[in-house]
RNA sequence: CGGGGCGUGGCGCAGUCUGGUAGCGCACCUGCUUUGGGAGCAGGGGGUCGGAGGUUCAAAUCCUCUCGCCCCGACCA
């Protein structure tokens, strides 16, 4: 059977991935080492992702501002575990001027900065130098703000979207009067980004609890939303931290209580990037390219005119206008629906193959036919075949017009209704011992509905949540087999047995997986 | 940064071993034909072979250096 996609999910993951991403028009490299273009297609996705969450930190009490690309060097030396964390990636800024030296063009010697700027890879510092301003006052808290951003994180493998030199996000930052205060606010953006991803983007995760070594550089508490990707690897989509006073200590964020005294601000902050558009794309892409659930999709119905260059084309047109007129008119998913009428002068079934690969999530195409028997012919992305045969499905046009919302909401559950599947599926909780462990995760296992190579599934394991040496000794067993933990799942269910590390009492449940 | 591979029109590649001055497929342009499922035929435009230096009468081809990309590791959203 022939797909639009020269590569299959199960001949090679990954280059696989690359090819959905550069064949449905989303992103390519650039002439610049590890940084991407985001074309049109792929950047209207992120646009509607960005368009989403900002309603929802809106509704959640946040207000947009800007601060500086640029950081101090010295401002990130002020918390010790931040520079540990982020120094290894960090482009630096160190002149001024250009000058030509010898027919070439380089930073001229004599401008060099008298203390070196960063391109920030994150903005607690800078942030929190405002924060020192902003509160004096028991009464200034809470300071609830986000940004949209481009950051910078000298990588040295890069895959487009999934890890890049310059990416794009927001990073969301809060000051509050104490810890409980701090830490509702932390699992109350996670808990945005796990309902954004599961019903706007149709992307299942588990959210949980970080361990000790995976915080973030200067956190205490770090949640993540883990998604599973179909080679059966976990991919870290969204992170939320509780800072402590970390940061407040370091920069000096402090505030006269009610009482009079003098305390430290407890701070977070939360993130999510272009990331998530990788993760789109391993979650709901197939073997013809992208599907994008109709929520993020930036035409949601294509129409595709079938013409011959004659005079029988302005009917169809006609005929395709006032269609595409009628659906823009209402409503689907909460916002009108984005429709458009591809008019290129290109053959209409290489058109039809060129919207397949970028997985818009309905497909009309309109000829002769269709305008003599005011129907439509309609393809559903997510369902394109019918056995080994694309059959696009009749149907007049009134009732289509009449369905088109439902259809495009039918087609959001579907997708995230399959992915869940997959992923639940995929999740064993029957582990007891670490042996089995690694016969789990070392077997081949193969599936209908997914790519045969690798480990397909992820472990929830019980364990005794153990520190320092004793979590280091846990990753040691661990990195062999190439596992990691994910997160410990907020919703427990109820731990019994023993820890499969040490045999202890186990206290949680924790994710294990491969993971991006 | 360690190991491996690769850089030839927009994309994918052949040519490199055995130096003689660039070719194929797709895409693109023009014309004609075709039109219910990713069109056919004919004609045409576009590259000096990642970059720099060297050897040579002559370099995509040999040598040196350099840059970039991909894969595997380490690191990471």
């Given at each position: ?35 991407m273009v985001i074309k049109p297609w792929g950047y209207g996705i992120w646009e509607l992702i960005q368009a989403e969450l900002d309603r929802r930190f809106k509704e959640t009490g946040h207000e947009n501002c800007y601060f500086p690309l640029f950081i101090p060097l010295d401002f990130i030396a002020k918390e010790a575990e931040h520079v540990e964390g982020f120094a290894k990636e960090m482009a630096v800024v160190t002149h001024h001027r ?419």
């Amino acid at each position: 059977m022939k797909r639009a996609l020269d590569t299959a999910r199960s001949d090679n993951f990954s280059e696989w991935y690359q090819e959905v991403v550069r064949k449905s028009d989303m992103a390519e490299t650039s002439a610049v080492r590890g940084c991407m273009v985001i074309k049109p297609w792929g950047y209207g996705i992120w646009e509607l992702i960005q368009a989403e969450l900002d309603r929802r930190f809106k509704e959640t009490g946040h207000e947009n501002c800007y601060f500086p690309l640029f950081i101090p060097l010295d401002f990130i030396a002020k918390e010790a575990e931040h520079v540990e964390g982020f120094a290894k990636e960090m482009a630096v800024v160190t002149h001024h001027r250009l000058k030509t030296i010898d027919g070439e063009l380089v930073p001229d010697p004599d401008a060099e900065l008298t203390e070196p700027l960063i391109v920030r890879p994150t903005s607690e510092t800078i942030i929190a130098d405002s924060f020192r301003n902003w509160i004096g006052s028991y009464r200034d808290l809470p300071v609830l703000v986000n940004q949209w951003a481009n950051v910078v994180r000298w990588e040295m493998r890069t895959r487009l979207f999934l890890r890049t030199a310059e990416f794009l996000w927001q990073e969301g930052h809060t000051a509050h009067v104490d810890r409980d205060d701090a830490f509702e606010e932390t699992l109350r953006m996670l808990e945005v980004y796990r309902d954004f991803a599961e019903s706007v983007m149709a992307m299942p995760v588990i959210a949980g609890e970080k361990t000790e070594n995976e915080r973030f550089p200067g956190a205490d508490n770090t949640f993540s939303i883990e998604a599973m990707m179909q080679d059966g690897k976990a991919l870290q989509a969204g992170t939320s931290h509780y800072l402590g006073t970390h940061f407040s200590e370091a920069q000096g964020i402090k505030y006269q209580s009610a009482e009079g005294d003098e305390k430290f601000a407890h701070t977070t902050s939360w993130g999510v990037s272009t990331r998530l558009v990788g993760g789109l794309v391993m979650t709901h892409g197939d073997d013809d390219g992208l599907r994008v659930p109709p929520a993020l999709a930036p035409q949601q119905i294509v129409i595709l005119p079938r013409l011959k260059g004659d005079d029988s084309d302005a009917p169809i047109l006609e005929y395709c206008d006032a269609l595409r007129k009628r659906l823009i008119a209402s409503r689907a998913l909460g916002a009108p629906i984005r429709a458009q009428v591809d008019k290129k002068d290109k053959n209409a079934s290489a058109k039809r193959w060129d919207w397949v690969r970028r997985g818009a999530p309905l497909l009309v195409e309109i000829g002769p036919r269709e305008v003599e028997a005011n129907a439509v012919s309609v393809l559903r992305r997510d369902a394109l075949y019918e056995g080994e045969k694309v059959k696009p499905g009749n149907t007049a046009a009134d009732e289509f017009a009449n369905t088109a919302a439902s259809r495009l909401e039918d087609i959001q559950s579907a997708m995230h209704g399959q992915a869940k599947s997959f992923m639940e599926n995929r999740i064993e909780s029957g582990i007891a011992e670490f042996g089995a462990l690694g016969e789990f995760f070392g077997e081949a296992s193969e599936d209908e509905d997914g790519p045969s190579e690798g480990p397909l599934r992820w472990a929830r394991v019980p364990w005794c949540k153990p520190a320092g040496a004793a979590l280091e000794a846990v990753e040691a067993k661990l990195d062999p087999l190439k596992l990691t933990i994910r997160n410990a799942p907020l919703d427990q269910n109820g731990v019994s047995g023993a820890c499969i590390f040490t045999g202890e009492e186990a206290v949680e449940e924790i994710l294990i997986a491969r993971a991006y």
